[in-house]
């Protein structure tokens, strides 16, 4: 295909790959019309080509995959463009739609093709942003997911550019007529079950009939949405430093900002921490249900995997299994000398004699044992104290969250508990001599 200076979508990819005139460059390639056309302008210019890498993903959905497998290696083999093609398999059924299987798994497979600094391109249009837009509608998204796709953002090491945004897919398809490109159609483009389909199909079509312009204006809202996002981004990183703490976000200072700044605040931080953002109606109830829940109660709210929980003025996040209360029902003989491994990911334990340990050496015939809970009504000495507590009122002394109590190794002298350790050693199992046992947990 041969291309003029003055060809809108060349001086696009001109316009979008200046910022990077050494990166390795990555194409998705699904062999569908967008891409095919994608992949022959960048092959036309030697210095793209130079660093071009085709990625084409195998879904397995199709009876025709294997043949658009083929159609790929072909058209990259006669321009000249190595090709990388991945399976991945997908599960139906599993809660999630195929819809978003199969893009999380595409760009999973694409980011593990990206050199660091390297470039992934995608020739999504003006139509896909328009469907990104109304799918976004449609779920009820703020202005971060009404920013719908950015025209370029970084992905994995590198950077993902969609330089296309501004184009109608009729302009990509007369572009692609007039070069004589060849494509592969996918089937399941027509089945309007799928939401997006049935946009294109249905919805789309009518609104463009009404307002020819809507691609534009579309994309316009689109644009000043994802500029409102960094702002608000940018606000909550700095609210974020004044109110994160070691362990979590200090309520106090939440509870300064208003509920809108605090609803932002609290979203940029789960997003940092890597986690799912609850919907509306759960960020509320984090703050009236965790955060202001009354001072004597243990307030939690488990979402997606993810359970936030309050401690000591402190809103803390947690996977969902180290937020739930777990006690563990558990004890093995301990060896000193020898690593046991704990129950539960809870790590290795080393037990040995060392000069200035703090645990007294077991008498002769005396065993070791690690258990994680003590008999009910055991009263604790800790070294220091003229009296014994309960192991519970022992723990909110020392300041444990609820979720970790229970979960802290507790080492036993025959069935007498003698030390929970990181916390405290009973008095009676206090080592008076310069040898005495000390432990490492966890050891790795």
Same mark, same amino acid.
């Given at each position: 295909m041969t291309t003029t200076s003055?060809?809108? !979508?060349? =001086?696009?990819?001109?316009?979008?790959?200046?910022? +990077?005139?050494?990166?390795?460059?990555?194409?998705? !390639?699904?062999?569908?019309?967008?891409?095919?056309? #994608?992949?022959?302008?960048?092959?036309?210019?030697?210095?793209?080509?130079?660093?071009?890498?085709?990625?084409?993903?195998?879904? @397995?959905?199709?009876?025709?995959?294997?043949?658009?497998?083929?159609?790929? /290696?072909?058209?990259?083999?006669? !321009? @000249?463009?190595?090709?990388?093609?991945?399976?991945?398999? #997908?599960?139906?059924?599993?809660?999630?739609?195929?819809?978003? =299987?199969?893009?999380?798994?595409? +760009?999973?497979?694409l980011k593990t093709h990206l050199p660091a600094g390297g470039v992934l391109l995608t020739a999504h249009h003006g139509d896909d942003q328009l469907e990104t837009l109304l799918l976004a509608l449609k779920r009820g998204s703020g202005v971060r997911g009404l920013g719908a796709m950015r025209a370029g953002q970084p992905f994995g090491n590198g950077a993902h550019l969609r330089p296309w945004l501004p184009f109608s897919r009729q302009q990509l398809v007369a572009a692609a007529q007039r070069a004589g490109i060849a494509w592969v159609d996918d089937e399941s483009n027509g089945d309007d079950r799928f939401d997006r389909n049935f946009l294109r199909l249905h919805l789309i079509p009518l609104l463009r009939e009404r307002w020819p312009a809507i691609l534009q204006t579309a994309g316009r809202s689109a644009e000043l949405c994802a500029e409102s996002s960094v702002l608000l981004d940018e606000v909550a990183a700095e609210d974020l430093q004044r109110t994160l703490c070691q362990e979590g976000v200090v309520i106090a200072t939440l509870a300064e900002l208003s509920p809108a700044r605090r609803h932002n605040l609290l979203r940029y931080w789960l997003r940092q921490c890597g986690a799912v953002v609850p919907s509306r109606e759960q960020l509320q109830r984090i703050w009236h249900e965790v955060a202001c829940a009354r001072e004597d109660a243990n307030p939690a709210l488990h979402w997606e995997g993810w359970s936030c929980r309050r401690h000591a003025g402190v809103l803390h996040l947690l996977r969902?299994?180290?937020?739930?209360?777990?006690?563990?029902?558990?004890?093995?003989?301990?060896?000193?000398?020898?690593? #046991?491994?704990?129950?539960?990911?809870?790590?290795?334990?080393?037990?040995?004699?060392?000069? @200035? @340990?703090?645990?007294?050496?077991?008498?002769?015939?005396?065993?070791?044992?690690?258990?994680?809970?003590?008999?009910?009504?055991?009263?604790?000495?800790?070294?220091?104290?003229?009296?014994?507590?309960?192991?519970?009122? !022992?723990?909110?002394?020392?300041?444990?969250?609820?979720? /970790?109590?229970?979960?802290?190794?507790?080492? +036993? +002298?025959?069935?007498?508990?003698?030390?929970? #350790?990181?916390?405290?050693?009973?008095?009676?199992?206090?080592?008076?001599?310069?040898?005495?046992?000390?432990? /490492?947990?966890?050891?790795?």
């Open positions: 003055d060809d809108p !979508l060349h =001086q696009a990819l001109c316009q979008a790959l200046g910022a +990077y005139p050494d990166a390795p460059l990555r194409l998705a !390639l699904s062999g569908g019309l967008d891409s095919a056309l #994608l992949l022959t302008l960048l092959a036309a210019e030697p210095e793209w080509r130079r660093r071009l890498v085709a990625v084409h993903v195998h879904h @397995g959905l199709s009876p025709h995959a294997d043949g658009w497998v083929a159609f790929c /290696q072909a058209r990259c083999d006669a !321009l @000249g463009v190595p090709l990388v093609t991945e399976r991945v398999r #997908l599960v139906p059924g599993n809660g999630e739609s195929l819809e978003a =299987q199969a893009r999380e798994a595409r +760009y999973e497979v969902r299994s180290a937020g739930e209360v777990q006690r563990i029902s558990w004890q093995e003989a301990l060896t000193p000398g020898q690593p #046991l491994t704990l129950p539960e990911g809870l790590g290795r334990l080393l037990v040995q004699a060392s000069q @200035g @340990g703090p645990l007294r050496l077991p008498w002769e015939g005396e065993s070791l044992s690690v258990r994680f809970d003590v008999p009910p009504g055991c009263q604790l000495h800790p070294v220091g104290r003229s009296g014994g507590r309960r192991l519970k009122k !022992l723990w909110q002394e020392f300041g444990i969250p609820s979720w /970790q109590r229970g979960r802290i190794p507790i080492l +036993y +002298y025959g069935e007498t508990p003698a030390a929970v #350790l990181g916390l405290f050693i009973c008095r009676e199992f206090a080592c008076e001599a310069d040898t005495g046992l000390a432990w /490492q947990w966890p050891l790795d």
